[in-house]
């Protein structure tokens, strides 16, 4: 009896084991999404993890107008979180794995960002810093208004 009940807790076990590794480490899901990077910030209460947001521009197909689709994201690696402070509001593609559950430690979202595919400006026409002033012509754009700072 004691070895039918040890076979049956360790078949338990197993299956727990299996449950946990397919429900949280078993990669779903990859690719690359792209769009404007809206921001990247370390938040936690327990676990201190760096979020983000990806806004994608789209066109409806049924109704008239443009829609915005936003892809949040979690970032485990702080020098990659680091680097993607730096570029929001630029045009980025971001490589990401899916799992089909978050972990506390690995991010809020089961969507996990684990590297820049690659990144330029909205605008890049200029560089940055150098929009035009009050005061100063700008012949490529001349809808483009600069103020002074």
């Known amino acids: 009896m004691k070895r039918v009940l040890s076979i ?28 404007e990077l809206n921001y990247v910030v370390r938040k936690g209460v327990i676990f201190k993890t760096y979020e983000g947001k990806l ?4 066109f409806r197909a049924q109704t008239a107008g443009v829609q915005s689709y936003e892809f949040e994201f979690s970032v485990p690696n702080k020098e990659l979180a680091e680097r993607l402070m730096l570029l929001g509001g630029q045009s980025v593609e971001l490589h990401y ?53």
């Open 8 to 35: 049956i807790v360790a078949l338990l076990i197993g299956a727990a084991a299996v449950f946990f590794y397919f429900r949280f480490y078993f990669v779903f899901g990859e690719g690359v999404k792209s769009g």
């Open 55 to 58: 806004i994608q521009a789209g």
């Open 97 to 149: 794995k899916e799992y089909f559950g978050a972990l506390p430690w690995r991010g809020f979202t089961k969507f996990v960002v684990d590297s820049i595919v690659s990144y330029r400006p909205i605008y890049p026409q200029y560089a940055p810093g150098t929009l035009p002033f009050k005061g100063q012509e700008d012949k490529s754009h001349p809808e483009v208004q600069g103020e002074e700072i």
